[in-house]
């Protein structure tokens, strides 16, 4: 019996060492992969090599990579056009400007088209102002001259000074109703009203109107913007935006994972929070 007994155990103990080593083949595995992807990734974005050890500040660059380039890169479906453009709309809020430069160059190595990569910084004009818009083009403008590309680029508008609010609020109408205008209603001497036609004329009508960018994907880059800004009220209506513009769900979370490592944990965890909390029936 004492011998069956041990007989057991030794039987339980070598099974569970077998168990232990593939438990940590597949973590080596999976962070061997982690590090393959952002190496192959790092490549494609900027030409260069990744994890290289050099620098003042070897460390924090090993970890900034690996996350980004290793597991938030592969989080999602988005493609990695998609991901340098929300990337670019996130420094571009936040003004992070030789980062923004980098990106930049990044996108435009991954296929981002120059008039494209315009059009993605004009879209934040209407929600961070435009001084940071222009100190943003003023960057792109610097990576364009470097890269040989002519400026002025080609110009994109669609709309005159008597169709703006027309041609704006047969966007605006479809993705987010008369909410708007109706809340700003009881503001005094027609404010309300001032404000409300701005809103339509401006961001619907002078940018969203514009080629190159379609709907839906000027409404994912413009939900990941008020992200950034940590706009709460403004990430529920967007994402009722983003759904009827196309988009789903999953791909707003996509959107605000890749935004995670610029913006942080804090703000990207609220809007996938807010995001959650919207009916898709709305």
């Known amino acids: 019996m004492k011998k069956l007994l041990l007989s057991l155990l030794f039987v339980f103990f070598v099974k569970a060492l077998v168990i232990a080593q593939n438990k940590n083949e597949k973590f080596v595995e999976k962070s061997m992969n982690r590090v393959d992807l ?18 003042t500040d070897p460390e924090l660059m090993d970890i900034l ?10 989080t999602g479906s988005l493609d990695i056009k998609t991901r340098e453009m929300i990337t670019c709309v996130t420094l571009t809020a936040m003004q992070t400007l030789p980062q923004l430069k980098t990106h930049s160059m990044a996108a435009l190595n991954v296929g981002v088209t120059p008039i494209e990569l315009r059009e993605v910084v ?7 102002g ?3 818009t222009l100190n943003a083009i003023e960057t792109l403008n610097e990576v364009f001259k470097e890269r040989g590309i002519a400026l002025p680029l080609e110009t994109q508008g669609t709309v005159s000074e008597y169709n703006r609010y027309e041609k704006g609020s047969s966007i605006q109408t479809p993705l987010y109703g008369t909410e708007i205008r109706d809340a700003l209603n009881s503001l005094p001497q027609g404010m309300g009203e001032d404000v409300s036609r701005f809103l339509t004329e401006v961001c619907f009508g002078d940018f969203y109107t514009r080629n ?13 913007i008020l ?12 994402t009722i935006g983003n ?3 196309g988009n789903n769900k999953e791909t707003l979370y996509a959107a605000m994972i890749q935004c995670l490592p610029y913006i942080g944990f804090p703000n990207a ?8 909390a919207v009916d898709v029936s709305e």
């Open 130 to 132: 435009f001084p940071r």
């Open 122 to 128: 004009y879209q934040c004009a209407p929600f961070i």
């Open 243 to 245: 759904l009827r513009a």
């Open 38 to 55: 952002c190496k192959e990734n790092y490549t494609k974005l900027f030409g260069g090599e990744a994890l290289t050890g050099k620098g």
């Open 227 to 238: 992200a950034t800004l940590g706009a709460g009220n403004q990430i529920y209506s967007h």
């Open 65 to 74: 990579q690996k996350f980004i380039f290793g597991e938030v890169f592969k």
């Open 269 to 276: 965890l609220n809007a996938i929070n807010i995001i959650k």
């Open 212 to 224: 190159t960018l379609d709907i839906k994907t000027r409404e994912l880059l413009s939900i990941c």
